[in-house]
Structure formats: C-alpha cells, structure tokens
C-alpha cells in the first residue's frame, strides 16, 4: 500500500512531472490518501493555479472507482502524529497534515509517495518506506 501527499494528488491533476508515477501508483491499486491531505491537496492547488472543482472532478471518481481509498484517522492516529511532530520539530518542517501521513504509514505498514524532503526526511528516520517523487523542478527528495 502507497499512501499518496497532498502534492501528488495535486501534481496528477496538474500534470505536473510526478504525473505519470502517480497513475503507476494508482493502478497498482493499494492507493490511499489520508483525508486531511486530501484537504490539504484542495487547499495547496491554488498555488498551481487549479480551481477546488478541478480538483474534485479529478479525484472523485479515483474515490469512487476504488484507484484510490480514503484512510480516515483515528485517535490512535492523532496521538502518534502529535508524537512525530514533536519528535522532529526542530529537524523538519512538518505540518500537522503530514505528520497525519507518516503515522497512517507508520500503523498501516504503507509507503509514502512525496516529493517533500522534510516528510521524505521523516520517514526514512522512522523507517518507512519511500517512493520519491519529482517536484515541479524535476528534483527527488
């Protein structure tokens, strides 16, 4: 299982260069995003110049058609996210939605696909298995 960042979502939809390694992911079908970053990804797509709509109507039906399962948190979840933050704060700039991802990776036994070195950088402290993507420049945490 490959849990998916907020900037790959964002990237398939705007076909930005981890396009193509997201839709690998995606029909390998154990696909999952946490749901904040799911959020995260409506929210950081005005960056790239997307609208909340383009958004949905691309990752809706990956939703739907089973591409892509939503992992929903827990309080389990939510002790062991505030624990990472914690933990790497004054080595990482993680927001509270990432630290969500890496404990889904952590509880789950998942992958996480980024092209954000500070959660590239986490999760390989932690021990959970990378899939680096390439940003907007092309470059790989």
Known sequence: ???LDAYALVALVADEPAAGEVET????????VVIVNLA???????????????IRRAIEPLLLGD?????????PHAWLAAE???KHKRT?????ADCFLLAHALTDSGAI???DPAIAA????????????????????
């Open 40 to 54: 995260e990804a409506v929210d950081i797509r005005r960056v790239h110049g997307l609208r909340a709509d383009e």
């Open 25 to 32: 992911i995606l029909r390998g079908g154990e696909a999952r």
């Open 92 to 96: 990482s700039a993680l927001s509270m």
């Open 113 to 115: 696909a980024t092209s």
């Open 1 to 3: 299982m490959t849990f």
């Open 67 to 75: 591409a892509l399962s939503a992992a929903v948190s827990d309080e």
């Open 122 to 141: 986490v999760a390989r402290a932690e021990g959970i298995d990378l899939v680096p993507l390439p940003d907007s420049s092309g470059s790989r945490p």
């Open 84 to 86: 990472l933050r914690a």
